[in-house]
């Protein structure tokens, strides 16, 4: 009798109790079921507090350098993945996922590469023997690559940037997919006949081409396209979505679209990066932030005002809720954890910082709070 009264108390006590706030960002994203990540220096893995606060934190990484073409393709013969292979062993240790960044980009990438006059065939055949290289390495180990990075032009909206893949000299793949010259149609008329231009004709099949490569060499992985500011409804994001759609549609395999969110001023329109993030995930396609920082003005010693630090944390409260707000936003990833090691400061010479969750001791800021307790209330 006394005993079963005893269980009354209790079951009411626990009942009665508010649910005890998660020990970790990482645990209130497992409460939430969502992915979060952090984009990761190798080097650094051997500093204690490092590596601590990086597993007890998040659920997820991806190489910040380390898989870009500059590392891991440093000669036209050879690979080295020796730096990435330390980020993927620690996140198999502490049961993280990984994220691939990134198979196509502009940037640092090496200069046999770039300054070897190669012809579109050679091009594509290297970037296709990169890509199932990279990929086949990593099998099974890289759940989601960012395929193609920042591909739209910052300076003309809407439009391809003119990079070595895509016309300089670009990747040759004009002749397998754009209208044959044989049909003796010119352009204009082609271009009257079809009510949807081909993916040749709008100039992105040559990412048509990787996607398809990628998901030869991992057909498990998710493959995304990632981008820097088009998290808002704006030309660069109606293209890519145009993009994205019409790769949908006649069966490239794209899984999703990255938002990179690197902030600046202070400023993010949240009403348009949520509606954004709607309208892309209506289409089925997975969001990923990919890179998030939340760049401060800070002073010689770096650091920044505490108003400020508040704004921050009141800004990944409102892109965290905007992910979560949408079934398909499945992961946050901020581009480093602690400002210690942030890519802000040497970007902006050093008037600019302090723009990640953890300061330069590793202390939580208001911005990890924000984000734990955003996570936490879903
Ligand atoms: C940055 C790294 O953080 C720096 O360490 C490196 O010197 C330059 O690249 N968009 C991207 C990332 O997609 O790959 C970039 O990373 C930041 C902007």
Known sequence: MFARG??????????????????????????????IGAAVRPA????????????????????????????????PQSFDFSQADQIVDFAFEHGMKVRGHTLVWHQQNPKWLTEGKFTSAELAAILE????????????????????????????????????????????????????????????????????????????????????????????????????????????SDAILAMVRDFRQRGVPVDGVGFQMHIANLRADVT?????????????MQVH??????????????????????RQADIYRQIAEACLAHRGCTAIQTWGFTDKYSWIGSHSKHTQGAALLFDRDYRAKPAYLALKNTLAAR
């Open 6 to 35: 005893c269980r009354y108390v209790v079951l009411l006590v626990a009942v009665a109790l508010p649910s005890p706030a998660p020990p970790s960002l990482r645990a209130a994203a497992d409460h939430a079921g969502m992915l």
């Open 272 to 284: 348009s990066i949520s509606a954004n993030i709607a309208r892309f995930t209506a289409l089925g």
């Open 129 to 236: 023997r990169h890509i199932k290289t990279v990929v086949g390495h990593y099998r099974g180990k890289i759940f989601a690559w960012d395929v193609v990075n920042e591909a739209f032009d910052e300076l003309h909206p809407g439009d391809l940037r003119s990079t070595i893949w895509r016309d300089q000299p670009g990747i040759a793949i004009a002749a397998s997919s754009e209208p044959r010259a044989s049909n003796n149609l010119a352009r204009s008329e082609l271009e009257a006949r079809s009510s949807k231009p081909h993916s040749a004709e709008r100039g992105y099949a040559y990412m048509e081409r990787c996607f398809h490569w990628a998901h030869e060499a991992d057909p498990q992985a998710l493959l995304f396209y990632n981008e820097a500011e088009a998290e808002v409804v704006n030309p660069k």
């Open 289 to 310: 932030i990919t890179e998030m920082d939340v760049a401060l003005p800070v002073d010689a010693n770096g650091n920044a005002r505490p108003e400020d630090l508040q």
């Open 44 to 75: 650094q893995l051997s500093e204690a507090a490092y590596a601590a606060t990086l597993a007890r934190e998040f659920n997820m990484v991806e190489p910040e350098n380390a898989l870009k073409w500059e590392v891991v393709h440093p000669e």
